[in-house]
């Protein structure tokens, strides 16, 4: 089994700038990679970023050049740096694990608004 947690969402104004960290245990070992997703009100979940076991992360188009994926699975922990926020990156965020199967966190909101 794989566990994961998000953290760090809260209320942030346009231009501004979050951190989300997603906290993972279990069977870290069989982790391929982890993915970020979103979803707002009434939208599809989407993808946002992935970073792999050796570190590599992509990206979708809305969020290139202003979002980052980092950290270490292997270590517990991603991140998902959020820079330049806009009104349309309100959402809750996900992270996803993909292992034998996938895993999900319960998320945290992200709301950017003045």
């Known amino acids: 089994q794989v566990q994961l947690v998000e953290s760090g969402g809260g209320l942030v104004q346009p231009g501004g700038s979050l951190r989300l960290s997603c906290a993972v245990s279990?069977?870290?070992?069989?982790?391929?990679?982890i993915g970020w997703y979103r979803q707002a009100p009434g939208k599809e979940r989407e993808l946002v970023a992935i970073?792999?076991?050796?570190?590599?992360?992509t990206y979708a188009g809305s969020v290139k050049g202003r979002f980052t994926a980092s950290g270490d699975i292997a270590k517990n922990t991603v991140y998902l740096q959020m820079n330049s926020l806009k009104p349309e990156d309100t959402a809750v965020y996900y992270c996803?694990?993909?292992?034998?199967?996938?895993?999900w966190g319960q998320g945290t909101q992200v709301t950017v608004s003045s």
């Open positions: 970073i792999t076991r050796d570190g590599s992360s």
């Open positions: 996803c694990a993909a292992s034998t199967r996938t895993y």
């Open positions: 279990g069977s870290i070992f069989s982790i391929l990679d």
